[in-house]
């Protein structure tokens, strides 16, 4: 069955340093998403993409966070200078159809730990 | 903003029992509900959705029910087995949105 793959799978980084989280999405999906969950609380949308731009972000994708599809599989999330905060699990999502409707997949998620 | 809340951080229940897991929303406005399970360590995973033009839906040993006049969503699990031990998400949208607002989730246990 395919599914949505995360690297990696842990990152320990210190603050104000650069992290780049990768994802590869199902190969014929075309929406692609990142939400985010801090550990013990609900999942956050954080940003949805399609079509090469951004369609959709949060309060929290703010100026230190972006995304970039480089090539016709990987679809990445870059956080510029990380803070103690921004510690969670990263959890990236495809879907094939837009909208809501229709299954979305998650993939198994990168945990980021910000020392 | 949106909300979307749990009544129950935590339920347990015996192998082969029903389970019942809520969900209250405050957005009037929201016409999709999904739940999803996750397992732990894993990502969510899809379990069942409904639209607000329906009260019911049952899948595979799932059903989920929807009130919308008290705002409330239920997942009812049938039989419930060792495997079904998760946290379990309500997540809402409406038509036009292109994301998901998620629950804080439950936890169940099921004992053996």
């Known amino acids: 069955e395919p599914e949505v793959t995360q690297t990696p799978s842990h990152q320990v980084t210190q603050m104000g340093q650069e992290v780049i989280l990768r994802c590869v999405p199902i190969?014929?999906?075309?929406?692609f998403y990142w939400y985010r969950q801090i550990l013990g609380q609900k999942v956050e949308f954080l940003v949805s993409?399609?079509?090469?731009?951004?369609?959709?972000k949060s309060e929290i994708f703010d100026d230190q966070f972006s995304v970039e599809r480089p090539d016709g599989s990987n679809f990445t999330l870059k956080i510029r200078s990380t803070k103690l905060e921004d510690s969670a699990m990263y959890f990236c999502?495809?879907?094939?159809?837009?909208?809501?409707?229709?299954?979305?997949?998650f993939g198994e998620g990168s945990r980021l730990t910000v020392l | 903003g949106e909300s979307v809340g749990l009544h129950l951080p935590t339920l347990s229940v015996q192998e082969g029992d029903n389970s019942i897991i809520n969900c209250a929303y405050s957005?009037?406005?929201?016409?999709?509900f999904i739940w999803y399970k996750q397992e732990s360590g894993k990502g969510p995973q899809f379990i069942i959705d409904?639209?607000?033009?329906?009260d019911k839906r049952q899948g595979q040993r799932v059903t989920v029910l929807l009130n919308k006049t008290v705002k409330h969503l239920s997942l009812q699990i049938a039989a419930t087995q060792p495997g079904d031990s998760a946290v379990y998400f309500c997540?809402?949208?409406?038509?036009?949105?292109?994301?998901?607002?998620f629950g804080t989730g439950t936890r169940l246990t099921v004992i053996p």
């Open positions: 993409f399609y079509n090469n731009e951004i369609s959709e």
């Open positions: 957005n009037s406005a929201s016409d999709y």
């Open positions: 999502a495809s879907r094939k159809t837009g909208g809501v409707t229709g299954e979305l997949f």
């Open positions: 997540a809402e949208s409406r038509t036009g949105a292109n994301n998901l607002f």
């Open positions: 409904i639209r607000s033009n329906m």
């Open positions: 190969s014929n999906h075309l929406y």
